[in-house]
């Protein structure tokens, strides 16, 4: 009888880990379409809700659904303000409003001035994976570059670095520096597994 009651738990045990494992399959797939459709839009020239991606790294959510650490809070710099978050989200906001109206000239110089005046913000790691999808939406494949590198050179912790290191791949593809591509989207692999840039680093990295 004990036999039988102990296979029975097993069975069960079986069951909720089959069904654990599958809710996990099922949310990281939605987190792949959400992460391609938001490519999607940036390369036709319309980017996602504010209320989806305007938020602070405090509350900014990743390709997998969790919140990012904030940056943290150092002494500013000379020429830049001193930290004030309610300013701070309306100066972001602005700038990510520029984005939806598609004005991405404007919107690349406010993401710009943005990061000039509050680096240390909390939407700074944000503002700066920004700058490279708009910089990528005006054909600025240089300056997308640049700005997609400083994510994870500057704000090495934020949520956003796996997705901004696999569009940096893309940038060199496109500029034809393919010996750096695989060398970049094996990192994005190697260091961020079960995030969706590294789903689709490994679907590239099997094309190549």
């Known amino acids: 009888m004990q036999l039988q009651q102990m296979q029975d738990e097993i069975a069960r045990l079986r ?5 654990q494992q599958n809710d996990i399959q099922r949310m990281k797939q939605e987190a792949l379409e959400r992460y391609q459709e938001l490519d999607q839009r940036i390369a036709s020239g319309s980017a996602a809700p504010a209320t989806n991606n305007s938020q ?3 509350g900014a959510i ?3 659904g969790t919140p990012s650490a904030p940056a943290a809070q150092q002494a500013p710099a000379a020429g830049t303000e ?5 300013k701070e989200k309306l100066y972001y906001e602005a700038a990510f409003d520029l984005i939806k109206a598609k004005d991405f000239d ?3 110089q406010a993401f710009t001035a943005f990061l000039r005046k509050y680096p240390n913000s909390s939407y700074a790691g944000n503002a700066q994976y920004w700058l490279g999808e708009v910089n990528l939406a005006k054909g600025d494949l240089q300056g997308a570059g640049q700005a997609f590198a400083k994510v994870s050179q500057q704000y090495p912790k934020h949520a956003k670095v796996p997705d901004s290191l696999y569009k940096l791949a893309d940038v060199e593809r496109r500029l034809g520096h393919t010996d750096k591509v695989k060398g970049i989207l094996q990192q994005v692999v190697a260091q961020y597994p079960g995030t969706s840039a590294a ?8 094309r190549l």
């Open 106 to 108: 404007k919107a690349s």
């Open 199 to 206: 789903q689709l680093a490994q679907r590239d990295l099997q």
């Open 15 to 19: 069951g909720v880990v089959e069904v």
């Open 56 to 58: 602070p790294a405090g």
């Open 62 to 64: 990743d390709a997998g």
């Open 82 to 86: 001193p930290p004030d978050p309610a």
